[in-house]
C-alpha cells in the first residue's frame, strides 16, 4: 500500500513539472532567473532585455560573442536594453546612440504552463548592417503572441563593431577568420532560445526565425550556415537575400570574400590612427562610430568559410543549405527609399559608380529621357536588383533543388508618402509590410489596412505553427512554382495568386550577375 501511494504521488509530481505555471514574477534561464511585465490585460507575458551573451567590452571587443554572467537573484526585465552603438538620423541630423553593451533579447508568451509548448517566432531587425534595434515600435512582439506563438526580438551587432575583418583578428582567433561577430551574435541569440524558451513555453522544436531588409539578408546566410544546423526549422525573409556574387570592392550588396574583407579593415584602422589592434580595442566608440565624420566606412557581412562558408548563390545552387521551410517576398516599390531627384547626367554618373562596364546596358533598361526620369528608373533598379532578383534567385534555387515547401509573395499595399511635394510612391515602399505583419499599424490606419494586417499576420503565425501559411479562412497561397501564378500578391481586396512580378526585370539581371 505505501509503495503504491509513493507511485500515485511521484505520478502527480512529474505531472504537476510538465504543466508547471509560467509567472511573470519569475522565469528560469540558464543564467539565473527573469522577472517580466504584463501586457495587455495580462494575455501576454513581456521580458524585455534579458541578456544572451557577454557584454562585447574591453577585449571582447571583436570577438565570438562569449556566455552571459550569470547573476544572483531576480533580473528585473521590464524595459527594453540599450540598442547596439550606430549613427542614428532620427533627429535630422547624425547622432551617435546605443552601447557597446547591448547583446540582448526580448521574449513576449501568451502561455500559460511550459507544457503549452508554443510555436516560436525569432525576429532579426533590418538597417543596412550599420543600424537597427529591438526597441522599434513596429517590431512589438504583442499583437503576433495574441495569436498564440512565443515571440523573440535578438540584437546584434552593427556597423565596425559588427563586421570588421583584419588580418591581427584573424591571426588571433582559433579559427583563423574575422568580420562577422554579428551574424555570430544572432546565432548565439539562437542557441539561447533553443536553451531556454521552453521555460516561456514555447516549443524549441518549432522555432521560424523572420527578418526584414539586412534582417532578411541575415536569414539568408543562417540558412545556409553550417552553424546553424538544427537551430531553425522554418524562415521567412520579408526584402533581402545575399544571392549576389562575392566581389573583392565594396559595391552593390555583394559580400567581399575574407582577404578582401580584411584589406577595407586595414584601410579603416588606418583612417583611425591605429597602430595596433590593441589601440583599436581601447578607442573611444565615439571615435570609431563618429557622426560627424564620413571616414567610418560601411561594413558587411563577409564569406570567411566559418560563418559563411562561401558565395551564398552556389551554396543554394548545390544543395549545400539547412533544409527548412521557406517564406520569401518582396515589395512593390521598395525602390523608392533609396532612390532621389538627379539630372540625367548624374544618373549616368552613378550608374559608371555602382555598375562599372555594365552602366550602359542597365542605362538601355531603365532609360531617362528628361530630368524627371532618373528618380524613378534609380527607385525600380534598387527594387528590382536589390531585392527582387536575390529573392528569386534563391527561390529558383531551392525549388530546383527538390524543395517543396517555398512560399512567394509581393506585397503591393500602396504607401502614403511624399517627396519634394510630389507624391513619387507607386506602391509599398521598402519595410512597409513590417507593421501589417506586426500588427502594430498606427492610429491613421483604416479598416481596410487593420483586416489586411490580421490576414497577413494570420499567414504568418500559420506558417510558424505548420510550415504552411494557408488556413480554411485565408486566401489560397500556393506553393512556389516557376512558371505558373504562385506568387501571392497582397493587397487589400486583392489576394491573389500572380505570375512573378517584373520577370524580364529579372532575367536581365540574371544577365548582369551571369546567371543566364
Known amino acids: 500500500m505505501k509503495k503504491a501511494v509513493v507511485v500515485i504521488f511521484s505520478l502527480l509530481l512529474i505531472s504537476s513539472c510538465s504543466c508547471r505555471r509560467i509567472s511573470v514574477d519569475k ?25 544572451f551573451a557577454a557584454p562585447p567590452l574591453g577585449n571582447l571587443r ?4 562569449q556566455p552571459a ?14 540598442a547596439p552603438v550606430q549613427i542614428s538620423y532620427s533627429s535630422g541630423s547624425p547622432v551617435l546612440e546605443g552601447s557597446e553593451d547591448c547583446l540582448y533579447l526580448n521574449v513576449w508568451t501568451p502561455a500559460k504552463t511550459v507544457k503549452d509548448s508554443l510555436p516560436v517566432m525569432v ?4 538597417g543596412g548592417f550599420s543600424g537597427g534595434k529591438t526597441s522599434v515600435p513596429d517590431y512589438n512582439g504583442l499583437r503576433l503572441a495574441e495569436k ?10 552593427v556597423g565596425a563593431l559588427g563586421f570588421l575583418a583584419l588580418p591581427e583578428l584573424s591571426a588571433e582567433s582559433a579559427k583563423g577568420v574575422s568580420g562577422n561577430y554579428g551574424i555570430l551574435d544572432q546565432i548565439a541569440a539562437l542557441n539561447w532560445v533553443n536553451n531556454n524558451i521552453r521555460e516561456f513555453g514555447g516549443n524549441p522544436d518549432q522555432i521560424t526565425i523572420f527578418g526584414e531588409s539586412a534582417g532578411a539578408m541575415s536569414v539568408s546566410l543562417l540558412c545556409a550556415s553550417p552553424l546553424c544546423a538544427g537551430l531553425f526549422q522554418r524562415a521567412i525573409a520579408q526584402s533581402g537575400a545575399l544571392l549576389f556574387p562575392v566581389d573583392t570592392v565594396r559595391r552593390l550588396a555583394s559580400m567581399l570574400d575574407l582577404g578582401s574583407a ?8 588606418k583612417r583611425m590612427g591605429a597602430a595596433s589592434l590593441e589601440d583599436l580595442r581601447k578607442m573611444p566608440v565615439s571615435k570609431l562610430c563618429d557622426a560627424s565624420s564620413s571616414s567610418m566606412g560601411t561594413f558587411w557581412p563577409c564569406v570567411d568559410g566559418r560563418v559563411v562558408p562561401d558565395d551564398l548563390s552556389g551554396l543554394y545552387e548545390s544543395g549545400k543549405y539547412n533544409k527548412v521551410d521557406m517564406i520569401i517576398g518582396t515589395n512593390s516599390d521598395e525602390g523608392a527609399n533609396f532612390s532621389h531627384d538627379m539630372t540625367i547626367r548624374d544618373y549616368k554618373n552613378y550608374l559608371k559608380f555602382m555598375f562599372g562596364r555594365n552602366s550602359d546596358r542597365i542605362f538601355k ?10 528618380y524613378f528608373a534609380v527607385s525600380d533598379i534598387f527594387r528590382d536588383y536589390g531585392f527582387a532578383w536575390p529573392s528569386y534567385a534563391w527561390a529558383r ?12 509573395y509581393y506585397f503591393d499595399q500602396a504607401s502614403a508618402s511624399s517627396h519634394s511635394g510630389k507624391t513619387k510612391i507607386r506602391g509599398a515602399v521598402h519595410a512597409a509590410e513590417v507593421s501589417f505583419v506586426f500588427g502594430t499599424l498606427g492610429s491613421s490606419a483604416t479598416r481596410d489596412d487593420r483586416i489586411l494586417s490580421s490576414v497577413m499576420s494570420d499567414y504568418w503565425v500559420n506558417f510558424a505553427r505548420t510550415g504552411d501559411p494557408n488556413s480554411a479562412d485565408l486566401p489560397e497561397w500556393p506553393r512556389f512554382d516557376d512558371g505558373i501564378p504562385s506568387v501571392l500578391k497582397i493587397r487589400e481586396n486583392d489576394i491573389i495568386p500572380v505570375m512573378i512580378p517584373n520577370n524580364d526585370k529579372l532575367d536581365f539581371w540574371n544577365g548582369i550577375f551571369n546567371k543566364e
Do not use: C, H, Q
Request: hydrophobic share 40%; glycine share 12%; net charge positive.
Open 27 to 51: 522565469v528560469k534561464t540558464g543564467s539565473g532567473y527573469v522577472s517580466g511585465i504584463e501586457a495587455d490585460s495580462g494575455r501576454v507575458m513581456a521580458f524585455l532585455g534579458i541578456p
Open 62 to 65: 571583436w570577438k565570438d560573442p
Open 69 to 82: 554572467i550569470p547573476w544572483k537573484g531576480i533580473l528585473k526585465a521590464d524595459k527594453f536594453a540599450s
Open 123 to 126: 525576429w532579426i531587425y533590418g
Open 148 to 157: 498564440g506563438v512565443v515571440v523573440v526580438s535578438v540584437a546584434y551587432r
Open 262 to 269: 580584411e584589406k577595407y579593415g586595414s584601410a579603416f584602422k
Open 365 to 374: 533598361e531603365y532609360p531617362a529621357k528628361s530630368d524627371n526620369d532618373p
Open 397 to 408: 534555387s531551392l525549388i530546383r533543388n527538390g524543395e517543396r515547401n517555398v512560399f512567394m
